[in-house]
């Protein structure tokens, strides 16, 4: 049996305790990036998997491929205490990880639909359990999933909006407490 399915929140009250798990987080987008840097500073080991080497050098020199200077303090610090790594080698780090988060943006298709083909291939790749955390209750995601998170922001005009993007951080940051509890 697997560290994972030892979890047990004894094991992650203390940030030492929480030094002994390494999370993968697939996708250094905004969502994703913020996600690692919430999970890194509660303590856990982050490896950062992006398909672009680009975004990849960037973060391991300690920098960030936003603007955001607060993102570049989280990354620089914990790239020098060698908690939050960078790859483009999803195998590799899914292997080396207890748990695996994917942070994947999606973009539209010609017929302005959601088109979730990169999720499902990296998904497909690690043969991983499907968390959707989404505000469309029947959206194709929400189907293909093995379970839903629901944000429930309200209707959405657009498939890109900001208070669907907020819903999915906090939703992140609870998870990540959940896992720091």
């Not at 979890?7 to 203390?14: F, Q």
């Not at 303090?73 to 988060?101: C, G, M, P, Q, Y």
């Not at 539209?108 to 359990?129: F, I, T």
């Amino acid at each position: 049996m697997s560290k994972v399915m030892k979890l047990a929140g004894k094991i992650l009250e203390s940030r030492e305790n929480r030094r002994e798990f390494t999370i993968c987080i697939v996708g250094c987008g905004r969502t994703g990036l913020v996600t690692a840097c919430l999970f890194v500073e509660a303590g856990f080991n982050v490896i950062a998997v992006d398909s672009s080497s680009h975004i990849v050098h960037i973060l391991k020199t300690g920098k960030s491929p936003f603007t955001e200077s607060d993102l570049r303090k989280f990354i620089s610090k914990h790239v020098k205490n060698n908690r939050f790594k960078a790859t483009t080698n999803l195998r590799k780090a899914v292997s080396e990880s207890d748990v695996i988060v994917f942070g994947i943006q999606t973009s539209l298709d010609k017929k302005r639909k959601p088109d979730y083909s990169r999720l499902e291939k990296a998904c497909k790749e690690v043969g991983s359990h499907v968390l959707a955390i989404t505000n469309v209750k029947g959206s194709t995601i929400s189907r293909e999933a093995d379970s839903v998170m629901y944000i429930k922001a309200g209707p959405e005009i657009g498939v890109a909006t900001t208070k669907a993007f907020i819903g999915q951080l906090i939703s992140l940051y609870i998870l990540s407490l959940c896992f720091a509890l």
